[in-house]
């Protein structure tokens, strides 16, 4: 029989080496008992699965027993209505890598699991799952295999891992080499964003491949579509987001970018998008402002943006700490202190950054990066003295 067993993690087989053997180096019982009965979800659960981060389904069974008592580990295997899970579509560890018996699975991994089971985009399903318990080596599986019925979110079957914009309304053009890479979000895969700028009246395309002939993916009434070029009604930078799971896209115009300065509760100046995620504001002048207790430079970002493509009215969204701070960076901070958050709720003061003690009356760049190869973060760069 095929192994089943993955490598869960170096801490599991760290586990597994540890209990097979006692300190004199003997090997222990590694036999474990077989999952006796399956909690849930019921036998022949139907489930229509929804696109949300949230959506999830709870998988549980009855523990095992280990013959040295110890620590049992649990592998959820899925496989065809006809399968015998001697070589299963999918397999995957429990809860707590393998040692709770119970995996909580979202919506988006059961969608792939049942493409890999041939389901089409939109269209209900089943499969089979059950339960392997182990030691790490030798799994037994469950006395008892249930069913599952899903319907399919309308994305694709086959994920793209790489997702760039080229085209002759694109910031690079139609040379493919040089398109521009999306950002890869969320945690399960097939999502992708980008700020890039796009130019009205001309063409552009999403490709899975900087080279050779790539897949070619557009975008039509809210839908990621595979072959087919896309325009916009209007040239601006745009923030794109692709969810090929559900074949969702969004286009929310980004009309400006400004230096938010908390003492004063206003922005002071915008930065101009220079190309690639890149947005800078060069040599402004910057005050620190004077209160009881001293200096306050306390500062963030505001952007104004029109969803739905640029249709919608302006809204104020707030670039804003990923790492809270109350302290001034030194130059020796870490590059996580300069981090990015996009926050769609403003304040005055929440959630901000301070200066290094030199920016005070002096000339200053500022430069926001929201790039696809590194954390979204700015930079504070000291050029001159007012």
Not at 279 to 285: D, E, F, G, L, T
Not at 308 to 337: H, M, Q
Request: proline share 3%.
């Amino acid at each position: 029989m095929k192994a089943i067993i993955t490598k869960l993690t170096i801490i599991t087989a760290f586990i597994a080496a540890f209990v097979a053997c006692s300190s004199d180096g003997e090997v222990r019982d590694l036999g474990v008992s077989a999952v006796k009965n399956l909690y849930e979800p019921d036998n022949g659960k139907t489930v229509v699965l929804q696109s949300s981060a949230s959506a999830t389904l709870y998988f549980e069974w009855e523990p095992a027993k280990a013959e040295d008592g110890g620590m049992v580990l649990y592998e959820i295997v899925f496989d065809k209505p006809d399968g015998n899970f001697s070589n299963p579509v999918f397999v995957m560890a429990a809860d707590n890598n393998g040692g709770y018996n119970h995996a909580t699975i979202t919506h988006k991994q059961l969608n792939r699991i049942a493409a890999m089971m041939g389901i089409e985009s939109a269209q209900q399903g089943t499969f089979k799952w059950t339960v392997f318990s182990s030691k790490g080596i030798d799994p037994v599986k469950a006395e008892q295999e249930r069913s599952i019925t899903v319907t399919r979110l309308a994305g694709f079957a086959d994920i793209p891992a790489k997702v760039f914009v080229t085209g002759d309304a694109s910031e690079t053009g139609t040379d493919i080499s040089k398109a521009l890479e999306m950002k890869s979000i969320g945690t399960e895969g097939g999502e992708f964003e980008i700020y890039t700028n796009l130019t009205a009246g001309k063409t552009y395309q999403f490709v899975n491949a900087n080279n050779g002939t790539p897949r070619t993916f557009y975008t039509d009434g809210g839908q990621v579509k595979e072959t087919g070029t896309s325009t916009v009604a209007t040239t601006g930078v745009y923030k794109i987001t692709l969810d090929f799971n559900t074949s969702v896209c969004t286009y929310t115009l980004v009309t400006r970018i400004g230096f938010y300065f908390c003492p004063d509760g206003k922005v002071l100046f915008d930065l101009d998008y220079i190309g690639n995620g890149v947005w800078k504001a060069s040599s402004k002048p910057i005050t620190f402002y004077q209160e009881s207790w001293g200096r306050d430079e306390r500062y963030k970002f505001r952007m104004f943006v029109k969803e739905n493509g640029g249709a919608d009215p302006v809204k104020e969204f707030e670039w804003a700490t990923l790492n809270s701070t109350d302290s001034r960076p030194t130059a020796t901070s870490p590059e996580s202190y300069y981090y990015l958050r996009l926050l769609t709720t403003v304040t005055q003061w929440d959630n901000k950054w301070k200066m290094m003690g030199e920016m005070d009356n002096a000339l200053v760049d500022f430069t926001i990066y929201l790039q696809f190869d590194k954390p979204y973060t700015h930079s504070v760069v000291k050029v001159g003295d007012q």
